[in-house]
């Protein structure tokens, strides 16, 4: 017998006007209110509203093309190197709009770090990988300071006792996963309040992912935390909340068993039953 | 079995029809690879032609003939002021003293036989003793046999190329020169030595003399200038619009001029420096000061075109990641992508620099053409430079120019060659992997 799917439904009717779930939290971090994301004439992010909960993991999740990715990028502003991208709406790091033309954006990315999908090293030293931020930022004032935010920083990646005799090795001389974490290293050092993750486990193994997966457990005590994922078991692992995204739209929020548990919107539910994705 | 539907082919019927093809598709790529190598092998044949008869003339142009002679210095006919200075060594006659040593060994008597003796030897023999004098003052008073370079028409002679069967009033040296050489020949004092001349003498009419010291010296102050000017400029350029430049109709424009300008007759840019900074800016001809500034033009487009594709290389992980930790978009540049795409900008400037060494029509235009026989110091100073340099000597009629544009196009190629091989090795040691 032929196991038949059911025909996908993904078209724009299904969506809902307005998310469904709570979008607000009390301690908010970072809150975006009707944020639409323009790749030219193509919109890519349509009203998104949502609130960042300060020291949580929220994590983002949706099929290819959401704009989850999209949308984790405005919150620091990396969509500023494409040229064809425009953010209506207003985004805020506590209560400042980071939209704003007076915002410089280099302070803003000392705020709001990133780690991307694809590990992604200088080709330099493992040392200089990390200490870049802080130097550039002028965190450490002399060389003894600096090594120990290296160290902490590496520390604090879990990736220390690996590099530690090896620092002066390339970064790009390690395996995907230190790779990873030694970017995990490089966003810390620089002490920013919000890491923002885009997809950071999906070029890596099984046995590297459930490491940076313990990691991201253990940042989130001192870090906010986004971050995008397609893998749903993740996201119930490392999540305090969990946002589904289709076609642009934010079609629910809420807590992360309660999404995975009993999801309200069908479009939700189609998605982590495995319907689509 | 069903019936077959439009459209679908069994897939029996399918791999008859593409074995049936298959013949035909191999004979096509048999074809093609015999074009190639065709096409491999004229390519070769003509290089191995251009090679074989550039060395085969060009070897014998590092040698030449000299003749050792016994010359006896004699203080009061070479320093008749007795100080030594330059001006007294030029007021004495050096000429003499080697004319009477020649006179000595060939035994030549009376008016013409004398003259006939002194057309053998060259007009830099006269120099060449008094450089000796000046470099070591020791000499005077002593007897000393040193080696002068024959005259070219002795040295033809010696190379085959005028043959005594010809009537005497048909070749350029007498029976009585044909004798006074046979004679030193026997006595040994005729030896075919590698050419000092050729590469430490500057431009001279007389063949024997002629070097390409001074077109050397011009070349690599042309290319100094050259580069000073194109580098910076061309790399400044490139980061400028692929970095920060405004993506719009002006950026365009600049962009399409650029690669235009890639393609633009280098004779064209020639005209450019003759117009603006002789005619207009009133600059004096002839210097290498202009001659870099005219190749730096030249040389730009491609600097400019290499680096921004080395610039494009730098895969964008990188400047996600610098922008990623608060890197300013000047950092970003500064730090990441310009230490990572400068071994292709280095390379696209060794190419620019090689071809600005090979070019010659802009220098004609403005006056590089000079017969300049001083070796300049500075990039002010009167100049030409090796491919010039080549295109005079290829004019000149005598036969041991011949062998002397040989040899100098021996020197700008093993140049032309250094160069690209310090480009291919640039590139492949310092080129990072990431």
Not at chain 1, 130 to 156: C, F
Not at chain 2, 97 to 119: D, F, N, P, Q
Not at chain 2, 337 to 355: E, K, S, Y
């Amino acid at each position: 017998m032929d196991i038949v799917r059911a025909p996908i439904e993904m078209e724009a009717s299904k969506l809902p006007s307005l998310t469904v779930g709570e979008v607000y939290v009390d301690t908010p971090r970072m809150t975006t209110r009707n944020v639409n994301v323009f790749y030219g004439d193509k919109m890519a992010i349509d009203n998104v509203t949502l609130d960042i909960a300060e020291k949580q993991v929220i994590s983002l999740i949706g099929p290819s093309g959401c704009g989850k990715s999209t949308f984790l990028r405005c919150l620091n502003r990396m969509n500023d190197t494409i040229e064809s991208c425009r953010v209506e709406g207003q985004i805020k790091l506590d209560d400042q709009n980071i939209y704003d033309p007076h915002i410089d954006v280099v302070p803003l990315r000392a705020r709001v770090g990133m780690v991307f999908q694809k590990p992604n090293p200088f080709p330099k030293s493992i040392y200089d990988n990390v200490a870049y931020g802080p130097r550039i930022h002028g965190l450490a004032g002399h060389k003894d300071e600096l090594d120990s935010i290296v160290e902490a920083s590496l520390r604090r990646a879990g990736l220390w006792g690996e590099v530690a005799n090896r620092l002066d090795q390339s970064g790009t001389s390690l395996s995907g996963g230190q790779q990873q974490r030694l970017c995990i290293a490089r966003a810390i050092a620089v002490s920013p309040e919000v890491i923002l993750m885009d997809e950071p486990c999906s070029a890596l193994d099984p046995i590297a992912t459930a490491r940076i997966e313990e990691l991201i457990f253990e940042l989130r005590e001192e870090f906010t935390i986004v971050i995008v994922t397609h893998s749903m078991q993740q996201a119930a692992r490392v999540s305090n909340r969990t946002a589904y995204f289709h076609l642009g739209r934010l079609v629910e929020v809420g807590g992360t068993s309660e999404i995975f548990t009993n999801p309200h919107h069908e479009l939700t539910n189609s998605y982590i039953t495995g319907r689509f994705g | 079995m069903s019936e077959p539907q439009k459209g679908i082919i069994t897939p029996h019927v399918a791999i008859s029809r593409v074995n049936a093809s298959l013949a035909a598709r191999r004979a096509r790529e048999r074809r093609f690879r015999i074009y190639g190598r065709i096409a491999i092998g004229l390519a070769l044949a003509f290089l191995v032609t251009l090679f074989v008869s550039i060395f085969t003339k060009g070897i014998p142009g590092f040698f030449q003939y000299y003749v050792t002679l016994e010359v006896v210095i004699d203080q009061e006919k070479i320093d008749p002021d007795g100080d030594l200075s330059v001006q007294s060594l030029y007021d004495g006659d050096a000429r003499g003293i080697i004319r009477s040593a020649l006179y000595k060994v060939t035994g030549a008597e009376g008016r013409s036989g004398r003259k006939a003796a002194g057309k053998l030897i060259s007009k830099g023999a006269e120099q060449r003793l008094r450089k000796a004098i000046i470099k070591n003052p020791a000499l005077v008073g002593q007897t000393v046999a040193m080696k002068f370079a024959l005259d070219d028409d002795a040295d033809s002679f010696l190379r085959g190329y005028i043959s005594s069967a010809v009537p005497e009033k048909d070749r350029r040296i007498s029976d009585k020169q044909i004798e006074f050489i046979n004679k030193l020949q026997k006595l040994n004092l005729i030896s075919y030595d590698f050419s000092d001349y050729l590469i430490f003498g500057s431009a001279s009419r007389d063949p024997e003399i002629a070097g390409i010291k001074g077109a050397f010296i011009g070349s690599m102050l042309t290319l100094a200038v050259c580069l000073v000017l194109a580098f910076p400029m061309g790399v400044a350029t490139a980061i400028y619009l692929e970095e920060f430049a405004p993506k719009n109709r002006i950026t365009e424009l600049i962009e399409v001029n650029i690669n235009n300008l890639a393609a633009v007759p280098s004779v064209v840019f020639g005209i450019l420096g003759l117009a603006v900074f002789i005619s207009i800016f009133g600059m004096p001809r002839s210097i290498p000061l202009i001659g870099g500034v005219v190749l730096a033009l030249m040389t730009l487009p491609t600097i400019i075109i290499s680096s921004r594709a080395a610039i494009r290389a730098v895969p964008p992980s990188i400047r996600d990641a610098a922008f990623g930790v608060g890197a300013s978009k000047l950092q970003t540049v500064m730090h990441h992508v310009l230490p990572l795409a400068m071994p292709g900008m280095l390379t696209g400037t060794i190419i620019g620099m090689a071809q600005a060494l090979g070019e010659t029509a802009p220098l004609l235009m403005i006056g590089m053409v000079a017969f300049i026989v001083d070796i300049p110091g500075s990039v002010t100073d009167p100049g030409t430079v090796l491919p010039v340099q080549i295109f005079m000597w290829a004019d000149f009629a005598e036969r041991m120019f011949i062998h002397k544009t040989s040899a100098a196009i021996i020197v700008l190629l093993v140049f032309l060659i250094s160069m690209n091989a310090i480009a291919i090795f640039i590139r492949s040691r310092l080129e990072r992997r990431w």
